[in-house]
């Protein structure tokens, strides 16, 4: 097993970023049951409805120095 995991991970390294990004996701998301992952009705149409928006180039976006400060003062 440590030698398929080896050949896996120097494959996976060249990969492009986004390439490897996908594939993280992918393997983080595989380690949760996937009734854990369930969303409402109401969050799936949320994003939905943001994901539109982007795609008609309607959403007005942040930088992110400020939606971090904003989170570091709520949260702290």
């Known amino acids: 097993m440590k030698g398929i ?3 896996v991970r120097s494959q996976a390294l060249v990969l ?3 390439e490897r990004a996908s594939l ?3 393997l983080i998301l595989s380690l949760d049951e996937a009734d854990s992952l369930a ?3 109401h ?3 949320e994003i939905g409805r943001r ?3 982007v795609r008609e ?3 007005k976006g942040r930088p992110a120095t400020v939606v971090f400060k904003e989170i570091e ?3 702290g």
């Open 73 to 75: 003062a709520r949260y």
């Open 5 to 7: 995991v080896e050949k």
């Open 57 to 59: 180039g309607k959403a």
């Open 16 to 18: 492009s970023p986004s």
């Open 24 to 26: 993280a996701h992918d």
């Open 39 to 41: 969303l409402s009705a």
């Open 51 to 53: 994901v539109g928006l």
């Open 43 to 45: 969050t799936e149409a």
